[in-house]
Nanobody, 126 residues
Framework: QVQLVESGGGLVQPGGSLRLSCVAS????????IGWFRQAPGKEREGVAC????????YYEDSLKGRFTISRDNAKNTVYLQMNSLEPEDTAVYHC???????????????????WGKGTLVTVSS
């Protein structure tokens, strides 16, 4: 059973930075995608970024390119989301999720993601 545990959320001022971590365990195969999704109050969940384990292929939500960076440390079974120049509109619960390799191409949607972490709250406010 795949387990995902997020950390790194918190309160940050506009313009600040945070780095989220997602520690993954329980994979029976080395081929999977891990993604970051977020859900703001009153809004639908949206894909932020995904990375595929086998080749490092990455997807970013277009509007977040340049501010957010996804990366992985396979030795630590950890995927990171570096978030810079944060805006109040980035306030949300951020979840990491796991799915098969192919879903890296459809990361704008949570379709195909089979395992989810409980999430970490990011609040951007002065």
């Amino acid at each position: 059973q795949v387990q995902l545990v997020e950390s790194g959320g918190g309160l940050v001022q506009p313009g600040g930075s945070l780095r989220l971590s997602c520690v993954a365990s329980g994979f029976t195969s080395g081929y999977y995608t891990i993604g970051w999704f977020r859900q703001a109050p009153g809004k639908e969940r949206e894909g932020v970024a995904c990375i595929r384990s086998s080749d490092g292929r990455i997807y970013y939500e277009d509007s977040l390119k340049g501010r957010f960076t996804i990366s992985r440390d396979n030795a630590k079974n950890t995927v990171y989301l570096q978030m810079n120049s944060l805006e109040p509109e980035d306030t949300a619960v951020y979840h990491c999720a796991a799915g098969p390799p192919i879903v890296v191409n459809t990361c704008y949607s949570d379709y195909g993601m089979h395992s989810w972490g409980k999430g970490t709250l990011v609040t951007v406010s002065s």
